[in-house]
């Protein structure tokens, strides 16, 4: 009997994995802000993590894994056996690039901190995709090297917003964006959470989004409310900005008409 108690044991050590870790095998994966906390992530075999929100406390990458950073928040990122992070944006407490693996930063105004009083380092600059600011730690100085500060690419978009005259003074729930990219490029490779207006500090997000991968183009749809806020008579011109998944911004531009007219009864 106590035979059997031993072997129950020892297959529940081995079916059960640890609470709180979650490990991605190969294929291409997401971590998002439905995603409950998790003490330990780790990505292995060549697998793909888009990480687009969520907490956890550590992220390990090993065995050629790529993560994909945009957003969410860790204490801890580790590079391992020849893996890449891409950090476009989140927080990050800590960071150590091993065994050649590679951290693509996508920011300007990086500064590397080597020591301080305590003995730590640190790197601070601005993520590209939205200007924020970040701080991250390294664990140990002589990994910066692992580091490459990538300089922000830039796509051209077409952009078409409609309705092309705009009446402040009207009811209506959509200011709709058509979006195209050159033809080098998939919209299909368009991380959805990244499109937005540009109104620094306060970008305008659209409600809903649509991909049209058979004849390449995205279609997004602004609150009309939210868009009439930023606008005044006159020719406006509008900026939509987003990121593909691997980091690669583009931006296009189109110019409206804005009238302040309230509507003749007839």
């Not at 969410?72 to 590079?79: E, H, P, R, V």
């Not at 407490?93 to 693509?104: I, L």
Request: overall charge negative; glycine content about 6%.
């Amino acid at each position: 009997m106590r035979k059997i108690i031993l072997t129950i044991l020892v297959i529940l050590v081995v079916v059960c994995p640890a609470k709180g870790d979650l490990v991605f095998d190969s294929g291409y994966n997401t971590f998002d802000a439905n995603d409950p906390y998790y003490d330990e992530v780790v990505v292995i075999n060549d697998a793909h993590l888009d990480v687009l929100g969520g907490t956890m406390w550590k992220l390990e990458l090993n065995d050629y894994a790529t993560a994909n950073i945009y957003s969410g928040d860790m204490d801890l990122l580790f590079t391992n056996e020849n893996s890449v992070a891409n950090i476009h944006n989140g927080t990050i407490g800590c960071f150590g690039a091993y065994d050649n693996s590679v951290v693509n930063l996508y920011a300007y105004d990086v500064a590397f901190h080597p020591v301080d009083e305590y003995g730590e380092s640190w790197i601070e600059g601005r993520y590209y995709s939205n200007n924020n600011s970040f701080t991250l730690g390294v664990w140990h100085r002589d990994h910066y090297s692992h580091v490459n500060i990538v300089p922000e690419p830039v796509v051209d978009a077409e952009i078409d917003i409609d309705p092309d005259t705009v009446n402040l003074k009207s009811k209506g729930k959509w200011i709709t964006c058509r979006i195209w990219l050159p033809a080098d490029y998939s919209v299909a490779d368009i991380e959805p959470n990244s499109v937005l207006i540009e109104n620094e500090p306060n970008d305008i997000y659209p409600e809903w989004i649509w991909f049209n991968e058979n004849k390449q183009v995205v279609m997004a749809k602004f609150n009309r409310v939210d868009v009439c806020e930023i606008l005044e008579a006159g020719n406006i011109e509008l900026t939509v900005t987003g990121h593909l998944v691997d980091g690669t911004y583009f931006q296009g531009t189109d110019t409206i008409r804005v009238i302040d007219k309230e509507r003749k009864n007839k």
